[in-house]
Every structure is written in structure tokens, then in C-alpha cells.
């Protein structure tokens, strides 16, 4: 029997957060299939690229709220609404809690195919696309089957296909990515969605898109199903209790738009990868002079976590050698790499320094300001970090903030351009809680702050 985890592709209006379409109950409890109610309308997919709708929205329709509307969203964290039901009492296999930090099945992976697809097809379309990817890669009856073991890795986050063997991972998909899923007896059909370059001169109705299909055998291919459908759930309602959002006031799909419409952060990563920002330098000084360098944490979410010069020693090595600035990257001394070593580690990696002449660091060129750029739709998406004296404390995963380069640690310098340093708690908070559509956020590591303020004395290793 085919069971899948179905996308509602249910026109809504362009203005306003509304309650997503009904659903009908699928044969086991917990399934909901859509079909096919329309395209969504035009004016609600202005940027985005267009890819087939994730199966975020096949998730069931929430209860309407008894209790009365939260207060829009802010920066700090609140009691989730009474009307929305906690993440831990989402059905399925799976204990919810054990799907934040993922739970493993054990398969066979038979192979992959890639198929086009419309928008938004209807059930009927999607199980005969799961049904053309099995007779795709199955080998017919009587011939053997090519199988590789894999485990196969869920969570709210991701799914990954590891080998079974040395656990590397063969695939690697972001939750929201997958469209479809279903079970065919003993197989398992696993749907992603391939973002394409948006072409204007085709109309959004007759666009094709790719979707990559993976094939698995399992004996618990009805539980796999199940479990992926659950992990959909329980980040869907760790989300909405997370922003104090009413369910009622953000459908599956309007929660999917949300994390598309706001772009991954990759400013870092870019700027890493590029070959002229990456260099060694070689320092050369007297035995038993320290390097004269103060480093602070790049702080956490970064997408390289290391460690950070904070301050220069005046007239130390370091500055002699006019080829290191407050801000930059420190990778590796002499070949010993630092990343994602605590701070004590780094420094007293570079304190055992002292005793030789000359030293070769290899860092990245960085600014000490790092700019966050983060898209609110609308003031009732809570922005996902606390902030206390200007500094952030707390940042929710996979949240709005941290996909917009927002790092824990850091303290707030300029918010859209105007700027927040000597600006009391409250003023902040006020600011960031009335900001909307694009918001920039400079800040630094908190320690350079205090450092370059005289807050506090530098500790040179």
C-alpha cells in the first residue's frame, strides 16, 4: 500500500496569514493527503525560486485557539499559547524528543533517479512518480537486486543516507527540501526537491521542476515513512512555540515560505572560501618573546568556529610584522589547526609559543564588525535571539536570526544603520522588536568590544 506525507497545494490569498486548507484523513491516523487545490496565487512567490512546494505543507491543520491572541513577536522568549499543542505530543513512531537529535534506521539503499515534475501535482501524480522511480531502479523480478547497506539518519533537521560501515554521509538533504515520501511494501521512496534558476520567460503554471528520488528496502519501511512525516511535525511545532505563534495564524506552507524567503546566511563562508582572504604568515621574534596577541571566541554559530584577534600587543612581533589586524581568523600555528578547539586549548597552543623564533600562522582576513542581514516577513515572527545590555545571549536554532549570520557572544553595534552603543536595554529591544522586512545587525565578539573600549585589560599570549 502507498502512504505518503502529501503537499497541499492550497491557493491563498495574498494578504494576511491565514489557516491552511483541509485535509482528509489517511487510513492510518496520522497521514494527511491534499488534492490538488490550486495554485498558489502569484502575488505571495515574488522572490522565490520557484522550486516544488516542500512536504512541510501536508502537515494536519491545527486546532483553532481557545485562548485569547499573543502579543506580536519580539526578542525575548515567552509562553508558548495554551491553543498550541507542545512538540512532545506529536504522533508517530519516534519518542519527538529523540527527533531533535535524530534517530537512525537501518536499510538498503538500491539506487537514485531524477524525475520533472509540476508545482503542485495532485496525490494521484505524486504516487505515480514514487511508482515510475521504483520501477526505475528495481531490478525485475528474477534478476538480482544491486543493494548497498546504509543507515538511514532522521531528524528535524536533516535527513542523511550514511553508510553503514565508516557512517559517511552518501546523502545529505535539509528537511525542508523533501517533497514527497512514501512506502511501497518494503520500500521506501524518498522525494527532494532541486532548486533551478528562475526563468521569467516561462509562466509559473507550465515551469517543470527536478526532484531527485532515492529508493531504500527496509522491513520498516512503513515506520521509516512515518517517522519522516513526524519530524515535519515536531519542527513545525517547535517553531510556532518557539515565536509564540498561534497555529492558526501560520499554515505549514506560510512556515515553509518563511525559512525559504530568508536565504541562508553565506557572507562567512564566501568570504572563507575565497583564496586571496586565506594566507600564511610568518612571524620571526626573539626566544622567549611572546607573539603579543590577545584572541577572544569567534563566538557560537559560526560557520568556521576558531578564534579571533582582539587586540595587538603595541610594538609585539604581531604588530611588527604589519600582516595581522584585529578581526582575523587564526586557523592553524604552525600547522597545529585551532578549529573548534576551546578557547583555553588555542591559547595555550599559542602560548607554547613563546619559546621559538619564528612562527607561521595561517589565518583569514576578517573585519572585527560582522553584518547579519535577516528578512521578517511580519512582526509576529519572533526574530529568535535574546539580547541582554546589547549583548546576544541566546539564539534559536535554525531560527530566522541564525540563518541570517546572527552569532551568540556578539555584541550589537548598529541596527539598520543607526547605531546602538551607548543606547539603553530597553531602547534596543524596542527597536528590534518594531523591525521588519530586512533588518541589518552589526556586532562583534563582546570581548574585542570590551577590549577596544578599555573595558577590559588584554591578556598578550
Known sequence: ???????????????????????????????????????????????????????????????????????????????????????????????????????????????????????????????????????????????SQPMTEVDLFVSTQRIKVLTADTQEAMMDHSLQTISYIADIGSLVVLMARRKLPRRSEVTEEKRLYKMICHVFHSADAQIIAQAIGQAFGVAYQRFLEANSIDPSQLSPRQYSRALEDQEQYNAELNHFSRQENCKDVCI???????????????????????????????????????????????????????????????????RELKHQPEVTLNIVHCSPVTTAVIRRPDSKYQLGFCVENGVICSLMRGGIAERGGVRVGHRIIEINGQSVVATPHEKIIQILTQAVSEVHIKTMPASTYRLLTGQEQPLFL
Not at 491563498?12 to 493527503?33: A, D, F
Not at 504516487?127 to 531502479?137: F, H, K, N, S
Not at 577572544?296 to 604588530?319: D, F, R
Not at 581568523?329 to 583555553?344: A, F, I
Request: glycine fraction near 12%.
Open 284 to 350: 620571526r621574534k626573539q626566544k622567549g618573546e611572546i607573539l603579543g596577541i590577545a584572541v577572544v571566541e569567534s563566538g557560537w554559530g559560526s560557520i568556521l568556529p576558531t578564534v579571533v584577534i582582539a587586540n595587538l600587543m603595541h610594538g609585539g612581533p604581531a604588530e611588527r610584522s604589519g600582516e595581522l589586524s584585529i578581526g582575523d581568523r587564526l586557523m592553524s600555528v604552525n600547522g597545529t589547526s585551532l578549529v573548534g578547539l576551546p578557547l583555553h586549548t588555542c591559547q595555550s597552543i599559542i
Open 1 to 143: 500500500m502507498l502512504r505518503a506525507q502529501e503537499e497541499l497545494a492550497a491557493a491563498e490569498k495574498p494578504e494576511g496569514l491565514g489557516r491552511p486548507e483541509s485535509s482528509e484523513e489517511g487510513p492510518s491516523g496520522n497521514w494527511y493527503y491534499g488534492e490538488g487545490l490550486g495554485e498558489v496565487d502569484s502575488t505571495c512567490e515574488g522572490g522565490r525560486d520557484g522550486s516544488p512546494e516542500p512536504a512541510w505543507v501536508a502537515l494536519p491543520p491545527a486546532a483553532a485557539p481557545q485562548a485569547e491572541q499573543p502579543p506580536q513577536g519580539g526578542v525575548t522568549t515567552r509562553e508558548p499559547p495554551s491553543s498550541c499543542p507542545a512538540f512532545k505530543e506529536v504522533p508517530g513512531p519516534c519518542d519527538p524528543e529523540d527527533l531533535l537529535d535524530g534517530v537512525i534506521f537501518g536499510a538498503k539503499y538500491l539506487g537514485s533517479t531524477q524525475l520533472v515534475s509540476e508545482r503542485n501535482p495532485p496525490t494521484s501524480v505524486r504516487m505515480a512518480q514514487a511508482q515510475e522511480a521504483v520501477d526505475r531502479i528495481k531490478a525485475p523480478e528474477g534478476e
